[in-house]
Each structure stands twice: as C-alpha cells, then as structure tokens.
C-alpha cells in the first residue's frame, strides 16, 4: 500500500503539478518519500485521487490558521515564500493536525468541479444542438455544487476572437485551442430546457464548509481558476432555482432521472474528470444504462477517462452508437484539442 502511494505522488508531481503549481510539485516529490505522511495518507477513500484530497485538506484547514506554512501558499499570503522550504512546514501542520485531516480524508470527495471546463463544453453543447435543433436537457453526473449545469450562463473567448455565449455575463471563461479548429460557434447559448446534477454528495454553496472545501481545491497559485470558481458561485446561488440537484448515484438513478425528461428536447449526459473515481463494472453499468434509454430516445454522452484520458462525444439511438473524439484536455480548463473524428455508428 505504502510503494502505491508513493507512486501516486510521484506521478502526481511530476505529470500533474510540473509547470502548474511549484508548491504541491515539491510537496508531492516530499510526501513520495515519507513514511509518516504516507500513512496519514493511507486514510483517504480508496476511490478518491489521494494526493488531491490530502493537499486540499490541508489547504481547507490552512484557512482558518496562522501556521507558518500559510506564508507559502499564493492564496492565503501576498507573497509566498519559495515551495522548495515548505515540506518542513507542511509535515509539522500535519502533525499538529492529524486528527482532522484524518476525518477530512474519510469524510471528503475530490469535487472541484471545475467552472473553466466550461469552454471546451460549450463548443461540444454548439455542436450538438447544430444536429438537433432541440433544447438540451442537461443530466451531469459528479455536479458537485452545480457550476458547470450554468454552461450557457457564462461568455466565451478562444484566440482572441469575439466573446460568445451569454453576453451580460459577469464571467468570461478563456481557453487555448491546442490542436484542430473550432467548428462555427453560436454567438448566443443554445437553449436548455432541464439542469439535473446528480452525485454522492451535493455542495451547497450557501453553506460555508462546502464553499470553503471547494475553494481549497484550487491549487494555491491558480488565482484566476479562484476568481472564476467565486464568480461562478455568485450565479450559481442566483440562479439555484433553476438546477436540480439530487443526492444519490448516477448510475443507478440514471434511467428514472431520464424517463421524467419531456420527448422535444435533447438529452445530454455528461461528466468530466469524474469517472477515473468510477469503478469498472460501474462504467460498464452506466454504458449497458445510456443504451437502455437510447430504445425509447437519443441520447448523448459527453465524458472522459472511461477507457483514455480524452473527451468523447457518444451519440446513442436505438442502441446503436456514433463515436466522436474531441481530443485531450486540461484538467483545469485552460486548454484542449478540437479534431473531431467520427465514426460509424456500431
């Protein structure tokens, strides 16, 4: 148990924190040779990514403190110390603190929900509603607190080209197109006609211990991911009214969900960065679901991570699939690729 999560550190610093935060890649690097922390990591939910829910619960639990190792995260001091001296600092705050960072490691999910995903979600919601000119009835599985079900509340801007999407938008999200070329975007948000989140546990953003759990789940150097998680939050709170969210698992609750959703819209499941904390014969479950429901409609599925890390568009009628791949993406939302490469349905 201990070489295993050695390993996931040390991938984790080094293909996930290189280049994006020099705090966790040192830590990780530390925490990868550590008998003493790697034990406390050892209490984290097996289907949780270890290394982000230790990092996040001591950045939740940072918050409210005045340790020294506050004076090394970008988000909680003016100007940080250098992250290559904080491991001391960090293994004597968890120390000081093991018995709550054990209950934060049992009792919390890994539920960033991740607002700037956003941008490569609303050229796919384009693209789809291009096919079908029905209004979209959104079904996200692991929605979280909700954000990205408000896809068509934000504005959009690729390359420096026009902002599109909802144009009285307090929140402009903006992304690098890596590869490929966008297809014809919609100046205005296609229509949606339902918002339904489903996941084992819901954030609500009016209460403060969810808001303050999510907002440490932002990596301490990524101010602007912070800026648009708090901008996100304040339409997400105006616009509750308007998103279902059911407490619950998404695969099992999938079909009753999509039975209650009226004929003249276009169902749309989705969910990304989610199913690497999915287990197989679950994925499996949820594939045997989305046909079950394609007999009676169609339906499409937006995700990653079931079998390659890249984002997928499945269009499903009648049990028969048309598989479309958009290419890799940025967990965070910064960049992704747009090659399209459709395939016949099978």
């Known amino acids: 148990m201990k070489d295993l999560l050695s390993e996931r550190f040390q991938h984790f610093s080094l293909y996930e924190c290189r280049g994006s935060s020099r705090l966790y890649e040192c830590l990780a690097t530390e925490i990868a040779d550590d008998d003493e922390l790697l034990r406390l990591s050892g209490h984290a939910r097996e289907d949780q990514p270890t290394p982000n829910l230790l990092l996040g619960a001591v950045h939740y639990l940072l918050q409210q403190s005045d340790h020294p190792l506050k004076r090394f995260y970008a988000s909680l001091t003016t100007v940080p110390e250098k992250p290559e001296k904080a491991f001391y600092w960090f293994k004597d705050f968890c120390r000081n603190h093991e018995t709550e960072i054990k209950q934060l490691l049992t009792e919390k999910l890994v539920q960033t929900n991740e607002v700037r995903r956003c941008a490569y979600l609303y ?3 384009c693209h789809i509603y291009q096919q079908t000119k029905h209004p979209l009835s959104l079904i996200e599985l692991g929605s979280s607190a909700g954000l990205q079900l408000l896809w068509d509340k934000y504005a959009y801007q690729y390359e420096h080209g026009s902002i599109v999407g909802n144009a009285d938008a307090q929140l402009v999200l903006t992304a690098e197109v890596r590869e490929g070329q966008l297809p014809l975007l919609r100046k205005k948000s296609p229509p949606v006609a339902e918002r339904i989140g489903i996941d084992l546990h819901i954030n609500h953003l009016n209460d403060p211990e969810d808001y303050a759990w999510l907002k440490a789940l932002i990596w301490p150097e990524h101010q602007t991911r912070r800026k648009a998680f708090e901008r996100a939050a304040m339409q997400c709170q105006k616009e509750a009214s308007d998103l279902t969210l059911i407490e619950g698992n998404g ?26 904390q999915i287990p197989s014969r679950e994925k499996k479950k949820l594939i045997d679901r989305i046909k079950h429901i394609s007999k009676n409609r169609e339906i499409f599925h937006i995700y990653n991570n079931m079998s390659d890390p890249l984002l997928h568009i499945d269009r499903v009628s009648e049990g028969k699939e048309s598989h479309e791949i958009v290419g890799r993406t940025d967990g965070h939302g910064s960049w992704f690729e747009w090659r399209l490469e459709q395939k016949q349905m099978t």
């Open 123 to 125: 050229p796919i919601f």
């Open 251 to 276: 695969v099992d609750l999938l079909e009753e969900v999509a039975a209650e959703i009226p004929f003249d819209s276009t169902i749309c499941v989705f969910h990304t960065h989610v199913a690497n």
